[in-house]
């Protein structure tokens, strides 16, 4: 599948030691390129990468299309928005208390922490995990942007579109989160700018 992809992806996959790694890198691409299908791009035609200046990627003559690619383990994730997307996939191990101690919010730390359960406590930090990523992706700030820098707040028992909260003072913008919990052992989430 190497041929079916652009250069930069092409010298991105190689680059990396591994097979896996470099299917992951692949399989990016080649997940784009079929999400791309929606908004009227063949997945033949040659995309052509630019990079904002903070390292973000985004489709040269295309501004109207915004996208966003994770993976980890054994999977690839793709977003692709008319409104700017940050997206993260996350295999799930044990859930490091001690990160979240150092990175998240109080809050955020102690809605983990006072769960009864191992089990709990690790679904709820890799909840937070991806939400927090995804949503510094999807201001193009990445890890520049501090874990601490902004909230989210999960509550399972507020109504469908209230569930998640965000307090940021990053922009004025206003965002909207989706989760996915349909691979075991893994947990996702899109942040997009409404």
């Known amino acids: 599948m190497l041929d079916k992809v652009s250069d930069m992806r092409r010298n991105k996959a190689m680059s990396y030691r591994f097979m896996k790694d470099r299917c992951l890198s692949l ?16 997945r033949t035609e040659p995309l052509e990468f630019e990079y904002r200046k903070n390292g973000k990627p985004y489709l040269r003559g295309h501004d109207d299309i915004f996208f966003n690619l994770s993976h980890s383990g054994d999977y690839v994730m793709c977003a692709v928005s008319g409104s700017e997307a940050g997206c993260d996939v996350q295999k799930m191990d044990k859930g ?3 990160l979240a101690e150092r990175f998240f919010t109080e809050r955020e730390y102690h809605a983990i922490a006072d769960l009864s359960t191992e089990e709990k406590r690790r679904d709820m930090f890799y909840r937070y995990w991806t939400l927090k990523e995804s949503f510094m992706k999807v201001t193009g700030l990445g890890m520049q942007l501090a874990l601490d820098a902004f909230e989210i707040l999960i509550d399972d ?35 997009t700018a409404i």
Do not use: N
């Not at 990016?28 to 009227?40: M, N």
């Open 27 to 42: 399989g990016a691409e080649l997940l784009l390129r079929d999400a791309l299908c929606d908004f009227g791009i063949d």
């Open 96 to 98: 490091d208390m001690k």
């Open 157 to 191: 028992d507020a109504a469908p579109g209230e569930r998640i909260a965000l307090t940021q003072h990053v922009d004025d913008r206003t965002y909207s989160f989706t989760e996915y919990d349909c691979i075991p052992g893994y947990k996702a989430a899109v942040c």
